[in-house]
């Protein structure tokens, strides 16, 4: 009887644990076991990593093999671990030594003729490999620059078995992970083509200064989707940990853009109003995959004609939108995905839309239900909401606007304010700003919330609307270059809650 062990990846979301992969070689009929909770995908691994194994020059073993992996518990998805399952039984099978096997993770699956091909989800894999403490992680080469951004391990590139044999084997090298260019930045929209609209452009100034929520609502082709398509450009470039989150999030999904292994730039997910609940939030048979909230992760998901949403898919926004992550429970386990992203909506007034709300042929039932799909708990967690009215005249011969640069500098300013306001506290931006930190440590004094407290006398907010209310005041005040908020920034921050929305 002999004994091999090679070790791999599972994942589960985001977080990803060891596995290690046993094939023990003994008496009895020919055939191969796979046991540990394995899915369809690795059951098949068996006939792919044989046939691997064959065409690449190697003999497959004439006795009874047994592939465990453990933990057993723990349920295996993928085709992620050929790699391993190969280099486990040619080690049992005497071929090659268990030297580096002992230090490594391996990571691939196997096409039927020895070729390692691309997978998903290497970026988290290598993370948590990482964070276990092993020094090396070999990888499809395809995979090879996104798992390079992984520093503290090293990371080796393999193209087929034969390599990986010849390496297991110290006979050749593999290559070594490099590292990632700098992704080009893209001609971003400009703001400087939206024509008119101010108090919707302070609005998507002040959303891009703070982090707040925004809802747009209008008749069409007043500028909606142009104002949210071009929220991103007035962000910062992500920070080097917040990149790796997001890249992670959009290698799980299968999502990063060709040659660019790192994504630098806040992320703007627009899916179709058609969406489904498990599209939106994530979902899926087995392991939950992460949905356009994830994908959205530091940056914005817009939802145009967001009142043709249906209601549950609506309503499945409110806790990440609260809490920051989602988090998903499948038959193969729970899945973690973070999801702290700023939500964009826009909607017409009522189904027929017209440019004018006199000529409206909608009953008055059919309006109120149109919006009615927006319950009062999710437009509280809406900070800004901004009517958008028609253009009449001179629209044409209108001057050119404020372009990107200039808001987004006056965007970074107040950014860098609230940064080091908050530093200490380890927040960033004045939306993840906790209500009892502004109601307490950091409350204005009477005189300056007496609108606010008028607002919550009459029932016009409720005491989360009041808190985000004061998170915007911070954020106009940032804007304003005031160390605090001002009377006249909590009423300019209550009047985005006091718009008619519909």
Not at 223 to 240: I, S, V
Not at 270 to 291: C, D, E, I, K, N
């Amino acid at each position: 009887m002999a004994l091999g062990r090679a070790y791999s990846v599972a994942l589960t979301g985001i977080d990803g644990q060891i596995v290690e992969v046993e094939a023990d070689i003994g008496q009895g009929l020919p055939g191969v076991h796979l046991v540990g909770l394995p899915d369809t995908a690795l059951q098949e691994s068996r006939d792919r990593v044989r046939a691997a194994v064959a065409n690449s020059g190697q003999s497959w073993p004439s006795a009874k093999v047994v592939l465990a992996l453990s933990p057993a518990t723990l349920p295996k998805v993928g085709s992620v671990y050929d790699l391993a399952l190969a280099a486990a039984v040619l080690n049992g099978h005497g071929k090659v030594p268990a030297d580096r096997l002992r230090s490594s993770v391996l990571l691939g699956e196997l096409a039927l003729d020895g070729r390692v091909r691309g997978i998903r989800g290497v970026l988290p894999a290598v993370m948590a490999a990482r964070a276990s403490g092993w020094p090396t992680a070999v990888v499809p080469q395809a995979n090879l620059g996104e798992a390079g951004l992984v520093e503290g391990i090293e990371v080796l590139g393999v193209a087929d078995l034969r390599e990986l044999l010849g390496w297991l084997r110290g006979e050749v090298p593999l290559r070594a992970a490099e590292p990632a260019p700098a992704a080009a930045a893209g001609a971003a929209p400009n703001l400087s083509e939206v024509v008119g609209q101010p108090a919707a452009r302070w609005a998507v100034e002040v959303a891009a200064a703070g982090a707040h929520h925004l809802m747009l609502t209008g008749p069409p082709g007043v500028g909606k989707t142009m104002l949210a398509q071009r929220l991103p450009g007035l962000l910062p470039a992500l920070e080097e940990r917040a990149a790796l989150e997001v890249t992670a999030i959009h290698s799980l999904a299968g999502a990063l853009p060709p040659g660019q292994p790192l994504i630098t730039l806040p992320p703007f997910i627009a899916p179709h109003h058609t969406s489904s609940v498990s599209a939106l939030v994530g979902g899926g048979s087995g392991m939950a995959r992460p949905g356009a909230v994830s994908k959205a992760h530091r940056g914005v998901l817009f939802l145009d004609e967001c009142a043709e949403l249906g209601t549950k898919v609506l309503e499945a926004l409110r806790t990440p939108l609260e809490d920051g992550e989602v988090r998903l429970a499948r038959r193969d386990g729970v899945a973690r995905y973070p999801a702290r992203f700023q939500l964009v909506l826009a909607a017409n007034p009522c189904p027929c839309a017209p440019a004018r709300d006199v000529d409206c042929i909608c009953p008055p039932t059919v309006r109120r239900r149109y919006l009615g799909k927006l319950s009062g708990p999710l437009l509280d967690r809406v900070d800004l909401r901004v009517r958008m009215l028609a253009m009449r005249a001179g629209v044409l011969n209108a001057e050119v606007s404020e372009d990107t640069g200039a808001v987004r500098a006056r965007v970074a300013v107040a950014r860098a304010a609230a940064t080091e306001r908050w530093r200490e506290f380890g927040w960033q931006t004045n939306a993840e700003v906790p209500g009892p930190a502004l109601r307490q440590r950091f409350r204005p004094s009477r005189a300056v919330l007496t609108p606010l407290e008028e607002a919550l006398r009459a029932g016009d907010l409720t005491a989360r609307g009041a808190d985000r209310t004061l998170r915007v005041a911070w954020t106009v005040a940032d804007l304003a270059g005031h160390t605090v908020p001002t009377r006249t920034d909590v009423k300019a921050a209550l009047g985005f809650r006091d718009r008619v929305v519909a």
